[in-house]
């Protein structure tokens, strides 16, 4: 069955330090999303990706995080620079398309990102 | 961004039946009702979703209140890999298919 990837699965940064996170959604999968996911709470949306074309990052701190998908395929998420504030596990998400309502999102298993 | 209300925690044995609540006063005639779980150290897994009528597939039903201000996913029988935290998620357009995602159940179940 195919499934979204994530990498690394672990990161540990020192404050200030820049830092990267890589998915690959699953083949033919128009919509990305990354997800903030605070421990004891439920993920939060960063930014949302229809192809290649951001559609939704009202929610994302555009002063020290930076979203890309150049080729409408895989994606990165850069922070720079890490704050302590920014430990938490981050979540890649795809599915089919967002015009499409009632669809599932499949969601990789993470990057839990640490900031010493 | 319509909001749903859902227990904390419940607590449940294994084999027997769960019904895991969820309300959502606020839905809009075009939301879609949404439920994932998200097992320990795992990201988010689709349970179910409908709209209108109750739904009912490999893992769970999903059993919509008349006048869709609530929902209850249920559980047939309870397993230990079924402990986990449910998500109830009203899915809404507005020009890009979005999920807020709340505190969320933590479901716990004995042995």
């Known amino acids: 069955e195919a499934e979204v990837a994530q990498s690394p699965r672990y990161k540990i940064t020192e404050k200030s330090q820049a830092v990267a996170f890589w998915c690959d959604p699953i083949?033919?999968?128009?919509?990305l999303y990354w997800y903030r996911q605070i421990l004891g709470q439920g993920p939060e949306l960063l930014v949302q990706?229809?192809?290649?074309?951001?559609?939704?990052d009202s929610q994302l701190p555009k002063d020290r995080f930076s979203a890309e998908r150049l080729k409408g395929v895989d994606s990165t998420l850069k922070i720079q620079p890490a704050e302590l504030g920014d430990s938490a596990m981050y979540l890649c998400?795809?599915?089919?398309?967002?015009?499409?309502?009632?669809?599932?999102?499949?969601f990789g298993p993470g990057t839990r990102l640490t900031v010493t | 961004d319509a909001k749903t209300t859902q227990p904390n925690s419940m607590e449940s044995n294994e084999e027997e039946p769960v019904h895991l609540p969820c309300n959502h006063s606020t839905i809009s005639g075009t939301d879609y009702i949404h439920w994932y779980r998200q097992l320990p150290s795992q990201g988010p897994e689709y349970v179910i979703h409908?709209?209108?009528s109750n739904v009912n597939n490999r893992m769970a039903s999903l059993a919509i209140a008349e006048d869709r201000k609530s929902s209850t996913l249920i559980l047939h029988r309870a397993t230990l890999r079924d402990a986990a935290v449910y998500y109830c998620?009203?899915?809404?357009?507005?020009?890009?298919?979005?999920?807020?995602f709340g505190q969320g159940t933590r479901l716990t179940i004995n042995p």
């Open positions: 990706f229809q192809d290649e074309s951001v559609v939704d």
């Open positions: 409908g709209l209108t």
């Open positions: 998400a795809s599915s089919l398309n967002r015009w499409i309502s009632g669809q599932e999102q499949y």
């Open positions: 083949s033919g999968h128009a919509t």
């Open positions: 998620i009203l899915e809404f357009l507005q020009g890009a298919q979005k999920l807020v």
